[in-house]
């Protein structure tokens, strides 16, 4: 199994990023996969995550009203879609993807991941 993520840059606060994440492998068992993000010095966090079919979404509190996450079935290809970004959005998003826990925030529960894709926002 792997991930891809891309779409990462360098943007000023208030702009609009896309992240997308591409699956390959055996993906036959995937239940969810979600996004989390790593800002220098801190842990690993939840951000939004997506079941496998696409009909349950989940998202942290602080991005719910300016992220949006979605799902290309056909292309197994997952996107976060993050508007009036703030400099405290400013981390590595990695994409992960679980075996069971469908739209799950916790981080224990994602077997695979990917390569992180470092999202700057100046101020």
């Known amino acids: 199994v792997q991930l891809q993520a891309s779409g990462g840059g360098l943007v000023q606060a208030g702009d609009s990023l896309t992240l997308s994440c591409v699956a390959s492998?055996?993906?036959?068992?995937?239940?969810?996969m979600g996004w989390f993000r790593q800002a220098p010095g801190e842990d690993r966090k939840f951000v939004a995550a997506?079941?496998?079919?696409?009909?349950?979404?989940y998202y942290e509190d602080s991005v719910r009203s300016r992220f949006t996450i979605s799902k290309d079935i056909a292309k197994n290809t997952m996107f976060l879609q993050m508007n009036n970004l703030k400099p405290e959005d400013t981390a590595v998003y990695y994409c992960?993807?679980?075996?069971?826990?469908?739209?799950?925030?916790?981080?224990?529960?994602?077997?695979?991941w990917g390569k992180g894709t470092l999202v700057t926002v100046s101020s």
């Open positions: 997506i079941a496998w079919s696409g009909t349950s979404k």
């Open positions: 492998g055996r993906t036959a068992g995937f239940a969810g």
């Open positions: 992960a993807a679980n075996l069971g826990a469908g739209s799950s925030w916790y981080r224990g529960l994602y077997a695979h």
